[in-house]
């Protein structure tokens, strides 16, 4: 087999339509049909977001890009940031933070966990912060974050929400109007199913009110969304503008996918990967393994799983020799004792059965004691409720 399925958590498998948007002829960024795509593919970011009054933008980088965006539009020097530290990109965000000159503060629940809301409650209500932030799914840990409380809690205290929902939107349920999540940020190459490449993020009025009030500059050009956001107006009233070039075939790619997910509708998609992620996770039980994230803070878009006694990373490229591709650890602390898993986007059952097979054949592959069929006829159970 040359064409391997692609189970990493970003970039993953992406359908032939999105792809051939990037193989046509490339057209200027103010032709006609160049402004009425971007302009729909902005009103298509409002619907995967739910967010019919938030402003999207639309920006050539990736998901780093994306935070950076929102980070540097909406915190200045000296300001009290809180982080909701749950992995890997948890502690980029503070990092990036640390840089702008934020006073971050790092509200760490143990390793697998999401956040105590009433720790947290406690934090938001000291008065001292303007912002948190909070991953919505860490990456590096499979674990999810409760965003709708944790927005709830922000607004109540007026506390400015930032979400990283790189690895979860499109896959996990976000409401960003309904929940008053204040930003919401995410990357095409991920749950959107887009190749790399492009920052997706839709900030609130609240949001927009607090980038006015700023008492600085935004000290980056490409960094202030307020250089945006002439842009992303004109393109959605379908008028020419420019400050620096669209990634014109990526954003047709976005638009393409971005209809797609509408036309599968938000919560049916939402249904699906929970469906998809409870069947995987039955394999992966039935194989004895177990999952860096607890119960109840699991995510459907990825799962961490600790190898079972014995075995170590050559398990991820025997994987690989079965056909199917993989992520090894990232989190520091554990890195060498996991893997993970990407159930995002196009995955249906067939994805989730060819993975837990290669997974199975894999361990036997390494050697560990491995009963096969098991994973296959328990993930099978799930999908047809027996
Ligand atoms: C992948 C990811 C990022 C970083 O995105 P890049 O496109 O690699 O820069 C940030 N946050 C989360 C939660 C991610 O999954």
Partial sequence: MTERLLM???????????????????????????????????????????????????????????????????????????????????????????????????????????????ELERALASGMFRAVTVTHVDTSTGVRAPVREVAALARAHGVISIVDGVCSVGGEELRQDAWGVDVALTAS????????????????????????????????????????????????????????????????????????????GMDVRVARHARMADAFRAGIAALGLSLVAQQGAQSSTISAIYFPAGVDGSLVPAIREEGVVVAGGLLAAIKAQYFRVGHMGLTGASEILTTLAAIERALARVGAKVELGVAVAAAQRTLTNR
Avoid at 42 to 63: D, K, N, Y
Avoid at 77 to 101: C, H, N, Q, W, Y
Avoid at 226 to 239: S, T, V
């Fill in 8 to 118: 990493i958590p970003g970039p993953i498998e992406m359908d032939p339509a999105v792809l051939a948007a990037l193989a046509r002829k490339t057209i200027s960024h103010v032709d006609p049909g160049f402004i009425e795509t971007f302009g729909r593919a902005l009103e298509r970011v409002r619907g995967v977001f739910l967010a019919p009054s938030a402003q999207p933008f639309v920006v050539a980088g990736t998901g780093t890009l994306a935070m950076e965006l929102a980070a540097q539009s909406l915190v200045e020097p000296g300001d009290a940031v809180l982080v909701v530290d749950t992995g890997v990109f948890s502690e980029r965000m503070a990092s990036l933070l640390e840089r702008i000159g934020a006073n971050v503060t790092r509200f760490s629940p143990p390793l697998g966990s999401g956040p105590d809301l009433g």
């Fill in 189 to 264: 190459q991920k749950a959107l199913g887009t190749p790399p490449g492009l920052a997706v993020l839709a900030l609130s009025a609240n949001a927009m009110e607090r980038y006015r009030a700023r008492k600085q500059r935004v000290p980056s050009l490409y960094l202030d969304l307020g250089e945006w956001l002439p842009i992303m107006q004109a393109y959605e009233a379908r008028k020419p503008a420019y400050f620096a070039t669209p990634a014109v075939n990526l954003v047709s790619a976005l638009d393409v996918s971005l209809g797609q997910l509408l036309l599968e």
